[in-house]
């Protein structure tokens, strides 16, 4: 009987520490489990944020390049025929809106509310395209706003992705860029 009695502190230790193996093991695979989970929620993330940049940068190149049509802008568009332009742009607007239900899937609160402003500045854009609004200044407030708006967006998604460096500032227009006083 005292050999059994002398046994139980050994068979004690061995339970303590299959148990206390056990917990370990188990807490390392729920952290190693979540932080896989969150590695690939960050990348669908991003793969949103990037497809949903694409759609409405694709947007306001589109419109811009019908109003250059119109003789808006700064000449720098390669203009577009409206009659071309108009139905490729009702193509983006549903690339866009595919993109965005993911957008609004994934992204944090901040995120969906610059990508909200950007597209809302991005419709401006398009009524100008359709001849609904007109002007040279207009139409600089507008692509200046539209623009300001992206970057919010690009700074939001990055946020949220945890990347912690800030966008770089823009670099200035090349002289050969800028606009002219006199004629050549």
């Keep these: 009987m005292s050999v059994v ?17 056990y917990l370990a093991t188990s807490l390392g695979d729920r952290r190693r489990a979540h932080r896989e989970q969150a590695a ?19 947007y306001v190149v589109l419109s811009a390049r019908i109003v250059a049509s119109r003789g808006v802008g700064n000449g720098r568009e390669q203009p577009l025929d409206p009659a071309i332009g108009l139905p490729q742009l009702a193509e983006l607007e549903a690339t866009r809106t595919a993109v965005w239900e993911m957008v609004l899937l994934l992204g944090d609160t901040e995120t969906i509310a610059a990508a909200r402003e950007w597209h809302r500045c991005a419709w401006y854009l ?19 706003e ?14 949220s992705l945890h990347v912690l460096d800030p966008l770089p500032e823009p670099l200035p227009a090349p002289a050969w860029m800028l606009p002219r006083s006199e004629p050549l």
Excluded: N
Excluded at 126 to 144: I, K
Excluded at 146 to 159: E, K, L, N, V
């Design 126 to 144: 398009e009524w100008f395209a359709r001849g609904e609004v007109a002007g040279d200044q207009e139409w600089d407030q507008a692509r200046a």
């Design 40 to 58: 690939k929620l960050d990348h669908t993330r991003q793969e949103a944020y990037a497809a949903y940049g694409r759609a409405v940068k694709d």
């Design 146 to 159: 539209a623009s300001a708006a992206r970057d919010r967006f690009y700074a939001c998604a990055r946020r």
């Design 5 to 21: 009695l002398d046994q139980i502190p050994a068979l004690l230790g061995v339970v303590v520490g299959v148990g206390a193996s």
